[in-house]
Every structure is written in structure tokens, then in C-alpha cells.
């Protein structure tokens, strides 16, 4: 259902944000973000030769995730095309930190920790979110297929995950009964 329709206005910012997943040859798999902020007026800016073009984006950077099936990052690689400041690509070393560590329950907590405030880039640690999701997203049939083969019997991990996918709901019922457990 689309939104309502709007009263009078006029566009000023587009902030677009688009995550990919790829399986790779190797049996990895790569998750890419790209966020782009582009106004459309001109703004000044010391930075970039005084004056940011309308259209030109103020933001313009990328994430890419290399991870295995089970959410452990093996290589992460980020870069600041366009940015306010000329120091802002200085920072994107610091998301090496990244590798090693597993996309999983406290992914949030984690990005925070290690990228906020001056330990970070904002608008990097907030592409985290939506390549996470991204990442379930990507893998979800081989997880699946990986799982049946295995059928060790385990809750799988994405109950009790979300409303719908509440270990009492319907959904649960209906898909992984054998996990099912009914309000008494």
C-alpha cells in the first residue's frame, strides 16, 4: 500500500542506500553498501573547492563484507569517494576491525563499540544495519539447505527473531513445528 499522498513540497535531500550479497566460487560470500546523500541545492564547502554542486553527492561510500556462511567477516573493505571533509577517507582502516568478528545477536552493540564517536565514520557504522540484514538475507537458502543436510535437530536461530516469528505464532507452527510452543 503506498503512502498517502503528501501535501505541497519540494525535494531537498536524497539519502539512497543499497546493499547487494553475492555468493562467491570460493564458497564465501560478498555484501556490499553503498550510501549516497546528494542535496538539491549547492552547499558551501571549504573542503571541496568551496562550493558542492547541486546533484554532486555530499556522501558518497561503500562497504563490502567478505563473510563465510556462518556470518564470521574475513576481509572488510571500505572506501569514502565523497565526503565533507578531506580527512573523512582516513577513517575507513579502522572497519578492519571488523575481521574476525561474526554478524550475529549483538551485531548492533558490536558496530557501536568499535565505531562510535570519533572511532568511526557515521554514515559507514549506519550501512552496517541494512548490509547485516543484507547478509541473512543473502545467505538464507544455503543456511537452510546447510541445516537440512546437517538436521541437528536445533531451535533454528531466526525464532523468537521477530514478532511473526515468535515460537508461539503461527508462522513457527506452520513452518518449523517441531519448535512450536503454544501460549498455555
Not at 538539491?40 to 562550493?51: F, M, P, Q, S, W
Not at 562497504?63 to 556462518?70: A, H, M, P, Q, V
Not at 567477516?73 to 578492519?96: L, M, N
Request: aromatic fraction near 6%; charge should be neutral.
Amino acid at each position: 500500500m503506498p503512502l498517502p499522498p503528501p501535501a505541497p513540497r519540494r525535494k531537498a535531500h536524497r539519502r539512497e542506500v543499497t546493499c547487494e550479497g553475492f555468493e562467491r566460487d570460493d564458497g564465501l560470500w560478498d555484501i556490499e553498501g553503498r550510501m549516497t546523500d546528494v542535496k538539491t541545492y549547492a552547499i558551501e564547502n571549504r573542503d571541496r573547492g568551496g562550493l558542492i554542486p547541486a546533484g554532486e553527492p555530499l556522501h558518497d561510500m561503500a562497504l563490502r563484507l567478505t563473510i563465510s556462511l556462518d556470518g564470521t567477516i574475513h576481509q572488510v573493505e571500505a572506501v569514502i569517494d565523497h565526503a565533507p571533509f578531506s580527512i573523512c577517507p582516513r577513517i575507513t582502516g579502522a572497519f578492519k576491525q571488523l575481521e574476525g568478528q561474526r554478524i550475529g545477536p549483538g551485531w548492533n552493540r558490536l558496530v557501536r563499540r568499535l565505531f562510535a564517536g570519533t572511532q568511526g565514520c557515521t554514515h559507514l557504522m549506519e550501512l552496517l544495519g541494512p548490509i547485516a540484514t543484507t547478509a541473512f538475507q543473502a545467505t538464507s537458502s544455503a543456511r537452510k539447505a546447510k541445516a537440512a543436510a546437517e538436521d541437528n535437530g536445533r531451535e533454528p536461530g531466526i525464532i523468537n527473531s521477530c514478532h511473526a516469528l515468535a515460537a508461539d505464532g503461527e508462522v513457527v507452527r506452520d513452518f518449523w513445528p517441531a519448535h512450536y510452543h503454544p501460549k498455555e
